[in-house]
DNA sequence: CATAATGTCAACAGATATAGTAGAGATTTT
DNA sequence: AAAATCTCTACTATATCTGTTGACATTATG
């Protein structure tokens, strides 16, 4: 069986990597156990569908971003460090896909030069500032708990979901 | 001298490549030329500190999507295909960025089994849909001329901005 | 204490995307 | 005929993405 991911139909510009998907669907499983405790990573491996040790990165990378707690050995798992209601997509977003860096350019002579941004650059920025705020202005509000219960509308809408072939 | 590239601060998930930036730069110059007609590749490269190289593969890229003309030979070079004030950014962007094709995944059977999202990806699914929304109502209303209007104002605001070391 | 079941950490690897470079050709003006 | 320009195709180097692998640390349980 393959593994599944979003991919058609994603806007322009917004494409979320199979790293910042899978963690969002395995933050949604932790949200959904948030209250009845710790679950192990092959559990949300299976579940769905995640490569596991793909997912041990994922996980450990969001524990060390803080979101999650864990406990190693035998009764071991994750769970989230924070109520589900508390973990926003922006701030989930913003760890995984990593700040961005600018990466001066190195010169001849070896120091670092910098282009400040010609009128043009200062024009695509200027509305590429729109649009962040546009995205944050919605991903500051949805948070993990908000996904869970999506979750839950779609799963009593719907019966449940079996593979097709074409 | 380096080539100058926009890069820190851009908002998660809507980072715009090289080749977007490049492009959007390049039709600013069209844009503010429209009225005056044809500009080469080198002007434009020069101007902009572009690769030439590069931006004609961008340019001749544009064309054959509809949003410029060109005219080979001694006096050619490039042209809005269309009054800046009809080319949005939106259409740009989805043409450069192209479409997201989903690929199929390819089974042992070399059928092509396609999962249908479980309700986890469609909750994630229906959060990207409103932010593509979102996005879109900006992009969809922002166009060439406004971009121009916005280096206009830019310039009449500041002086010349100069290079600096740091 | 031994063992098994977990998470942890660091390195590696293949595929794909990005950011160009390069060469040869076609068209137009002079 | 020559020069200037765009056009088309291919190539390359680097980075990023998507994982895999192996060794290790910790914990519960018998």
Known sequence: MPFTRLDG??????????KGEY?????IVLGENYERGIVR???????????????EQILNDLKSGG?????RGVAGGY?????????????????????????PVLSEQGRRTIQPPNEAQAAIRSVMKE???????????????DLCDRVRRLRSEAG????YVI
Request: charge should be positive; avoid cysteine.
């Open 41 to 55: 990573i092959q559990t949300i491996s299976e579940q769905q569908r995640i490569p596991k040790r793909f997912l």
């Open 79 to 103: 769970r989230l460090a924070r109520p589900p209601e508390q973990i926003t997509l922006a701030a989930l977003i913003r760890h995984i896909e990593g700040a961005l860096v600018p990466t």
């Open 9 to 18: 139909n994603i806007p322009p510009g917004m494409k979320l990597s199979s």
């Open 131 to 145: 649009v962040r705020e546009a995205i944050l202005e919605i991903l500051d509000r949805v948070t993990i708990a």
């Open 23 to 27: 963690a969002l669907r395995a933050l």
């Open 67 to 71: 979101f999650l707690e864990s406990r």
């Open 160 to 163: 449940i979901a079996t593979d």
